[in-house]
């Protein structure tokens, strides 16, 4: 069992890149590369120091920096790119909580990230930042015995202080009909150490089932040390699955995905969905065509096993579920 300084994960975030010059200068970017960084985006820079560590040096041409630093091709606006590509505000029915599915409902815990990915397609919703509880929603949940899962989302939940999750989990579990809790995270990719003994406590003698959905898209984005952490969770009895997006440069590569769906197995965490991206202005330079992303679903399931081929799908506003692509 880790032995941390109690929130000791604050202390690493405060190291996240969040000004483009000092990354720059931490990658050692030449000038003419440099000109290609956007340098005032509404929406910002942040990049877990640990993730940039990983990056390599002198290049824009790294599936990890891709995703995170703001680039000239965010200023192209084409048709079909939207502010809200999935619908989030069509779903509102309370200022934390979304209801698109029947059976589950979505709590917006938070706006706040552990990074800032580029292509996120909440990067533009309005974060109810007012209330700082959860008392309208929980009302909401409690009063409508259909709702068996509740999925904690964001922003990133896990970027919630303890206290603030003990006080949500400790409400969820009075409420008998919610039978699962969801989790959909980035934060243990940036900075694994916020799954410490205080974090894992929290998931003791809980009612309802616990599940993790963990956001990777590129096998460089793994390590040991993560893993580490992952399996602390394991074995609370966390359920871990993995959601990727499909991005052009990134990971548009049977030989990549073929990498990062092994390492996630054989470490018992199921690769879950693969995302077509949802078109969020800004967002076009990482689109991949639903024809190249079938092709790769077909190479991809030449080499792995079932299980490991994770559901490649769209989210299509307004309709009942996600929608296979293949």
Known sequence: MLKLVPDHWKIILR???????????????????QQEIFKRPSFPLNLPKRLAEKIKKNTLDDPILKQFLPTLAEQKQLTGFTLDPVGDTQFTKAPKLLHKYNGRALIVCTSACVMNCRFCFRQNFDYEVQEKGFQKELEIIAADETLQEII??????????????????????????????????????GIPERIDDAF????????????????TNHPNELDDHIFHHLHLLQRKGVI?????????????????LCELFNQLVNRGIIPYYLHQLDRVQGGAHFEVSEERGKELIQEIAKSLPGYAVPKYVREIAGEPNKTPLF
């Open 15 to 33: 190291q996240n890149f969040t000004q483009w010059k000092k990354l720059a200068d931490f990658l050692e970017l030449d000038p003419s590369i």
């Open 152 to 189: 904690l989302s964001g922003g990133d939940p896990l970027s919630l202080s303890d206290t603030v999750l003990v006080h949500l989990l400790d409400a969820l579990s009075h409420i008998k009909h919610v039978k699962r809790v969801r989790f959909h995270t980035r934060f243990p990719i």
């Open 200 to 215: 894992l406590n929290l998931f003791e003698n809980r009612p309802f089932i616990t599940w993790f959905v963990l956001h």
């Open 240 to 256: 871990l699955l993995t959601q990727s997006v499909l991005l052009k440069g990134v990971n548009d590569c049977p030989k990549v």
